[in-house]
């Protein structure tokens, strides 16, 4: 599967503001996604193409969530307002095969990050997730997957009448070390094979 998905901003927010989302996402009808997700930042590197875990072109991350592992190619640095997206969709029994298949490709390490993630899907191709607990801090993305007038204006509304705040590329860029400076890295296969 590809896509250009992450058309996206980003702040932090506090429990108080992740509670007025989630009432303002009911009042809307809003269909939520509730779900603890673990993220496996693989470090990459030695490939030059895909790059460094904190200088990247781009990030190869293991998903995994409710009843699937997704591996994911996200295209363009995380500082960047837009990536593209590749995605394939495993069952979770499938974690061994994944992890020979990486370390063939001599990817063995990544960096595990778990959070609880709440995502919001909003008419008009745009999502809202919050992300709780997270070593990032607590923070919103907020995502559209088309430049169309119609769905760039019902995007910024959300962000108007929500009173979200975004981080600026700097407090971006910051909030991404202060992750990095607290993650260590992991043997990817030793991790699936205990948590799986």
């Not at 969530?65 to 500082?79: M, S």
Request: hydrophobic share 35%; charged share 30%; proline share 1%.
């Amino acid at each position: 599967m590809s896509r250009i998905m992450e058309k996206e901003v980003r702040g932090a927010l506090n429990k108080s503001k992740a509670s007025e989302i989630a009432e303002y996402a009911l009042k809307h009808n809003w269909k939520t996604h509730v779900y603890k997700q673990v993220s496996i930042y693989c470090n990459t590197d030695h490939i030059p193409r895909i790059g460094t875990v904190t200088g990247g072109k781009g990030r190869l991350i293991l998903d995994i969530r409710d009843n699937e592992i997704k591996i994911k190619i996200k295209l363009g640095n995380a500082l960047n307002f837009e990536r593209k997206e590749y995605v394939i969709k495993c069952s979770r029994e499938s974690y061994e095969a994944i992890a020979v298949l990486l370390k063939v490709l001599g990817v063995e390490e990544g960096f595990v990050r778990t959070f609880d993630r709440i995502d919001y899907e909003i008419a008009d191709r745009i999502q809202l997730t919050v992300k709780l607990n997270c070593l990032m801090g607590d923070h919103f993305e907020l995502e559209r997957n088309s430049d169309d007038l119609s769905i760039v204006d019902n995007y910024n509304q959300i962000i108007d009448e929500l009173g979200l705040i975004l981080w600026s590329k700097e407090e971006l860029a910051q909030a991404i070390q202060n992750d990095h400076d607290k993650v260590k890295a992991q043997n990817i296969y030793e991790y699936l094979k205990g948590e799986l």
